[in-house]
């Protein structure tokens, strides 16, 4: 069983950087893919960003945070991280970390396993 437990959100300004955490306290992360989705007021999650278990393919970002958020992952420390830099308004959200068994996938509906979110707030 993966157990998820996110970090790290909080109120920043405008062109500002912050790191999100997720920590698996359940089984190890193995062959699982891992990602980031987000949710703000009134609007569906989305997919932010993922990994496959082989960290080194199988990544991708949501088009509207390529080249500022970078997915990462630590299988010794069983964390994702999720670092953001240049957050505008846009960004701001509930953030969720999630695992999945599909390789990569940007699904929601694939991803079996869910933190209970951490919440980012841009101000501009």
């Known amino acids: 069983q993966v157990q998820l437990a996110e970090s790290g959100g909080g109120l920043v300004q405008a062109g500002d950087s912050l790191r999100l955490s997720c920590v698996n306290s359940g089984r190890t992360f193995g062959t699982y893919s891992t990602a980031w989705f987000r949710q703000d007021s009134g609007k569906q999650r989305e997919f932010v960003a993922v990994n496959g278990w082989r960290r080194d393919t199988m990544t991708y970002y949501a088009d509207s945070v390529k080249g500022r958020f970078t997915i990462s992952r630590d299988d010794d420390k069983n964390t994702v991280w999720l670092q953001m830099r240049n957050l505008t308004p846009g960004d701001t959200a509930y953030y969720y970390c999630?695992?999945?068994?599909?390789?990569?996938?940007?699904?929601?509906?694939?991803?079996?396993?869910w933190g209970q979110g951490t919440q980012v707030t841009v101000s501009s």
């Open positions: 999630a695992a999945t068994q599909k390789v990569g996938s940007r699904w929601i509906d694939d991803y079996e396993y």
